[in-house]
């Protein structure tokens, strides 16, 4: 076991020169991932500044220090897209040469497993806000394969992802159809 230090590094590039704007603003969710903040809640939540926004490259680590029922300690993804900026409050971590980042977002999507990687590491406090810092985050150990496997583990449960995206998209228009039959026959 290792610390999760060993696979990723805290990133500490901000948005002072201003590359970024509100459109590239991300968000961390539970079921979608790193997603752009307009496409996924239909606006932007930023303030007047986005010139202390953490950068977010394709392959970056992103921990949200905000509580959900089934995450009390917040949840981490990997993002999958292209680079964008999040809050100052989301820690930002750039993958070594010794990880394959997806497979790190397949890791702690266990919701039991991330729950123990972070409950020693966080100290909660008023109005139940997360403290801890950004470095302190990656002190937690891991017990991760060697790289090739990280590899066959995250395309693995990318294949599972999308065969389930493709079966919700099949169920829906089952049961569009199934609408329309009904109309129609009892119009």
């Known amino acids: ?26 968000s961390v969710s539970r079921e979608f991932g790193v997603i752009n903040q307009i496409e996924y809640q239909g606006k932007s939540f930023a303030g007047a500044s986005l010139a202390n926004y953490g950068v977010v490259q394709s392959g970056d680590l992103v921990y949200t220090k905000s509580p959900l029922k089934f995450q009390p300690y917040g949840i981490i993804k990997t993002n999958e897209g292209l680079a964008g900026i999040v809050s100052a409050l989301y820690g930002v971590y750039h993958p070594s040469v010794y990880v394959h980042s997806p497979f790190t977002q397949v890791y702690f999507e266990l919701d039991s497993r991330l729950n123990d990687y972070l409950r020693p590491l966080v ?21 991760f394969p060697s790289q090739d496997e990280q590899r066959d ?7 599972c992802d999308l065969c389930m995206r493709k079966a919700d998209l099949k169920l829906t228009k089952i049961r569009a159809m199934k609408q329309g039959l009904l109309q129609k026959m009892f119009a």
């Open 123 to 143: 100290n909660k406090g008023a109005k139940n806000t997360l403290l801890i810092s950004d470095g302190d985050s990656l002190l937690g150990k891991v017990a």
């Open 1 to 26: 076991m290792k610390e999760l230090s060993y696979y990723f590094t805290v990133a500490l590039e901000r948005n002072q020169a201003g590359e970024y704007d509100k459109n590239d603003i991300y």
């Open 153 to 159: 583990i995250a395309n693995l449960f990318k294949e």
